[in-house]
């Protein structure tokens, strides 16, 4: 499911009569969306391979600036899945497709730091954030000047 078919308020509604997509003129569009349009939207990488979907959205609250996406990968019907922390900024949102590009390849991601449901990470550990950002080849969004 994508952001345009769990829009609750119509934000991204196509135009009238056609399938040309978002009406850009009539709402945020893609640059400024909904945090609840965007969990559940799949993710894949650079070869179109999926890797599995956004789960849950990290807010830093002192900032007001996201952190990381919750991306779930594996697993069957929720059993077995495992999660990982993604940077914010290592995600690209591929507009036309309507989901996110992760720029990792398939067998990258199953050995990445995660976690499951019941052991999330301490996201405010500055030792953790250093390494997931290390990771994925990223810069925490702190040493980045908001813009």
């Known amino acids: 499911m994508n952001y345009e078919e769990r829009d609750p308020f119509g934000i991204y509604s196509t135009k009238v009569g056609t399938s040309a997509g978002p009406d850009e003129s009539r709402g945020p569009g893609p640059a ?8 559940g939207n799949d993710v ?5 391979e999926s890797l599995g979907d956004i789960k849950e959205i990290m807010l830093d609250m002192r900032s007001g600036r996201v952190g990381y996406a919750v991306l779930s990968f594996g ?10 922390a993604v940077p914010w900024n290592a995600l690209t949102l591929d507009t036309e ?9 398939k067998d990258r991601l199953k050995d990445a730091p995660g976690f ?5 990470p ?18 925490p969004y702190t040493d980045q000047p908001q813009g």
């Open 116 to 120: 499951d449901k019941q052991h999330w």
């Open 44 to 48: 894949v990488n650079q070869n179109d």
């Open 32 to 39: 400024l969306m909904g945090a609840d349009t965007l969990m």
């Open 75 to 84: 697993g069957f019907l929720g059993m077995g899945e495992k999660l990982f």
């Open 122 to 139: 301490d996201m405010a550990d500055q030792a953790w954030t250093s390494s997931i950002h290390s990771y994925y080849g990223t810069k």
């Open 97 to 105: 497709h309507k989901r996110f590009v992760l720029n990792v390849d």
